[in-house]
């Protein structure tokens, strides 16, 4: 516990000197048009195509809440890390912050089951079980105990494979003896040792580096990983495996979603439903545009493979997701439902 404090005390310092003097405990800061401001943070680059697009939150929540919520957003992680954002959430310090569902892992293991590969077989069953299961929606409420709740996603795309090597990656064989970057995750790094590889976890800033210097063979991720992280010139093939679809979720301290009113909540998350719709609209289109570019460096690239002895690596995974109670056993057979 002291080790939490004193990490949550060393973020609000940062903070502090971030907003240079400003009220950052104030929930409902409410600036000289009455309006509630609520800070949000984020760890995407700031400029790129995705913090883009989570900059429209704050056009959507001014409009949706008629002037009452304005949303300041702090990008690049310059609030600290993912898991330091979570804390402040829960302490009240910080309003909002949009991270990982991986992150999220650490605080309640229940959010593992968005790291299962293959739990989404398709987009379309991806965005029906995320925006339809009512197992997601307690799930997303289930935290007020712990300091946040979550009241949205972000639709991040499927995850692939992509190598140092021209290898298309259709059987967990042709990963045999390759080390391959994982995120800070369980199961995650259980996904790549079931598909044959050494799982190597690291933060997805050190990729880069690992690639470069011959200390990963590869990585996994979505397609904007090459061309924002610059990958693309690090690799040779890219593999459509869509083993995961990871979302990012919209969390809020229980603090702050108490001190709202009932129009206040409804017009919060309205806008993040909008900002998710405005999200997708453009995401398939960003991504050509990503392999496009990757191509253009030299990247080959492989779809429509079989998946089939992916899927069946990966089972014990699900098994053991679904043993550990009631309550996930629950949440896994609703988002089934959506296939």
């Given at each position: 516990?002291k ?7 060393a973020?609000?310092?940062?903070c502090?000197?971030i907003l ?42 001014a ?12 990008p ?7 898991t ?7 302490a ?6 949009k ?33 339809n299961?009512?197992?997601?929606k ?29 290898v298309?990656v ?27 590889a050494?799982?190597v976890p ?20 979505t397609e904007?990983?090459l ?10 093939s ?5 083993h ?5 979720i ?15 909540q ?5 806008a993040l ?15 050509d545009a ?7 460096h ?15 690596a990966?089972?014990p ?15 896994y057979?609703?988002?089934e439902?959506y296939?």
């Amino acid at each position: 516990m002291k080790k939490i404090l004193k990490r949550i005390g060393a973020a609000f310092t940062a903070c502090a000197l971030i907003l240079a003097g400003g009220t950052f405990i104030s929930v409902k800061a409410a600036d000289f048009s009455g309006s509630i401001q609520l800070k949000l943070a984020h760890n995407q680059q700031d400029g790129s195509e995705i913090a883009d697009t989570i900059a429209k939150f704050s056009d959507f929540a001014a409009t949706d809440s008629k002037g009452e919520i304005s949303i300041k957003i702090y990008p690049s992680g310059q609030l600290g890390s993912e898991t330091e954002e979570v804390e402040m959430v829960q302490a009240g310090i910080l309003d909002m912050a949009k991270v990982s569902s991986n992150t999220l892992g650490q605080f309640d293991n229940r959010y593992a089951i968005f790291a299962l590969p293959y739990l989404f077989t398709s987009q379309e069953h991806y965005y029906k079980a995320m925006e339809n299961s009512e197992a997601v929606k307690k799930l997303f409420r289930s935290t007020a105990d712990q300091g946040f709740i979550a009241i949205g996603y972000y639709a991040n795309g499927s995850r692939n494979y992509y190598l140092k090597k021209d290898v298309c990656v259709d059987d967990p064989s042709d990963l045999a003896g390759m080390k391959i970057r994982s995120m800070v995750s369980t199961t995650s790094m259980g996904m790549i040792s079931a598909m044959g590889a050494t799982p190597v976890p690291m933060s997805s800033s050190e990729t880069y580096s690992a690639l470069q210097q011959g200390i990963v063979d590869g990585a996994e991720n979505t397609e904007l990983a090459l061309t924002v992280n610059g990958h693309e010139d690090l690799v040779s093939s890219y593999t459509y495996t869509e083993h995961q679809y990871s979302p990012d979720i919209y969390i809020i301290s229980t603090k702050t979603w108490n001190s709202l009113t009932e129009p206040q909540q409804q017009a919060l998350e309205k806008a993040l439903s909008e900002t998710n719709d405005n999200f997708k609209s453009v995401y398939n289109s960003m991504m050509d545009a990503a392999i496009d570019e990757a191509k253009e460096h030299g990247v080959k690239i492989y779809k429509g493979i079989d998946k089939t002895a992916f899927i069946e690596a990966v089972q014990p995974l699900h098994q053991e997701y679904i043993t550990q109670g009631a309550e996930y056993r629950e949440l896994y057979d609703d988002i089934e439902l959506y296939k």
